[in-house]
């Protein structure tokens, strides 16, 4: 069965610090690989995917991830990270070539920014 | 839009009560889901209808039954409650593929005495 590993529970940044959030999947095969976000009192919503091509994928809010398929990696990334991104960050993953198969979430990594 | 709602925010139930949270989308989304979120757990997914007319099992599907009432509708029942069950669950929907975004509705924060 496939697994996702966000190995890192809570992170606390100061603003303007870089970010990365580690995503580790264990599925041999090709994948799909999402970053979901939930802001506080907020709903999850997506941040970026990766389905084909360029292995570093750009999304919302200045965030990005790089695949690296030989470390079955799907990190997220951010240069110099806000007050506004403290939030729980999730990365998902499902099988892109076992039919219509549904998404595998990470336990989730906790930001929290402070001035 | 709306988008995806949920009724009701909050719920109190003793051991043994039933009750069935409600979900919509008026996305026209084909595929709709039920995740339960736990601290320190992540998002685990309970049973997804993947089209109207299907709904299948996902990873904790124990002790919940779902309904597809219809293209909009997707409800989940627990009908015995037991403590394990307190948590907060979230209703997603997605316009096709189960790859597809995933949209998500506000939660509902359940506790079980």
């Known amino acids: 069965a496939q697994s996702v590993s966000q190995h890192n529970h809570h992170v606390i940044l100061s603003e303007a610090a870089s970010l990365e959030l580690g995503c580790n999947y264990s599925?041999?095969?090709?994948?799909?690989l999402f970053w979901y976000v939930q802001y506080p009192g907020q709903h999850l919503q997506l941040l970026l995917k990766y389905f084909s091509g360029d292995p570093l994928v750009k999304g919302i809010k200045g965030f990005e991830a790089e695949f690296i398929k030989s470390k079955f990696s799907f990190n997220l990334r951010k240069p110099s990270v806000q007050w506004s991104d403290t939030a729980e960050y999730f990365c998902?993953?499902?099988?892109?070539?076992?039919?219509?198969?549904?998404?595998?979430f990470g336990k989730g990594t906790r930001l929290s920014v402070i001035a | 839009n709306a988008g995806v709602t949920q009724t009701p925010k909050f719920q109190v139930l003793k051991t043994g009560q039933s009750m069935t949270l409600q979900c919509a989308q008026d996305?026209?989304?084909?595929?709709m889901y039920w995740y339960r979120q736990d601290p320190g757990m992540g998002l685990r997914l309970i049973y997804y209808s993947a089209s109207e007319g299907t709904t299948d099992k996902g990873e904790v599907p124990n002790g919940y039954n779902v309904s597809r009432l219809n293209k909009r509708e997707f409800s989940l029942r627990l009908e015995s409650a037991a403590p394990s069950q307190t948590s907060v669950y979230f209703c997603?929907?997605?316009?096709?593929?189960?790859?597809?975004?995933?949209?998500f509705g506000p939660g509902t924060r359940l506790t079980v005495l």
């Open positions: 599925y041999g095969g090709t994948v799909n």
């Open positions: 996305m026209n989304h084909n595929s």
């Open positions: 997603a929907s997605s316009r096709d593929r189960l790859t597809d975004t995933q949209y």
């Open positions: 998902a993953v499902n099988s892109a070539f076992s039919g219509n198969t549904p998404l595998v």
